[in-house]
């Protein structure tokens, strides 16, 4: 199992909360973005800059990740992708995207998308709250112990 960061738009605080894991457990942890990223001195922790451009940090996740292995996104489209190639997907709320869940959050999302563009709807997700940070420390720490990491 390796962890894949969807780097661009991860909270710090959640990299934070990776950071201490991959050490923890010794795990290796790939953050992509096609900006620099940085992260702390470790033999477990890499940061991958790609190209810049709409979706290159996503597709090269999903070009690298293998069944079984984790990535952290918020972005659902690249979720669906990695659930799809039998991959986990773990958003920084600290929900676990399945193949039971994923239609639902792409409709979901795809509906927001249409009430923004129509004005219907303005804003983003509300700011990432110590219970969020809680969930995801929680749901990380449940699935590296699933997969003999804990």
């Given amino acids: ?11 710090s605080v959640i990299k934070d909360i990776l950071f201490r ?6 795990i290796e942890t790939t953050l992509v ?14 940061a991958l800059q790609v190209a810049a ?4 940090a996503d597709r090269h996740i999903l070009q690298a990740v293998r069944q079984g292995d984790l990535v952290v996104t918020a972005d659902i489209p690249l979720a669906a992708d990695v659930v799809a190639k039998g991959g986990m997907a773990l958003n920084p709320r600290g929900e676990l995207y399945t193949t039971e869940n994923i239609r639902e959050r792409l409709a979901m999302r795809n509906l927001a998308e249409e009430l923004r563009a129509t004005g219907t709807m303005t804003g983003g997700p509300s700011a990432l709250s110590k219970r969020d940070r809680q969930a995801f420390a929680n749901h990380l720490d449940r699935l590296l112990a699933r997969h003999g990491r804990a």
């Fill in 1 to 11: 199992m390796r962890i894949w960061v969807d780097a661009d738009a991860c909270p």
């Fill in 21 to 26: 894991a991959a050490e923890r457990v010794g």
């Fill in 33 to 46: 973005a096609n900006q620099p990223v940085r992260i702390p001195a470790s033999r477990y922790v890499k």
């Fill in 53 to 56: 451009g709409f979706d290159v």
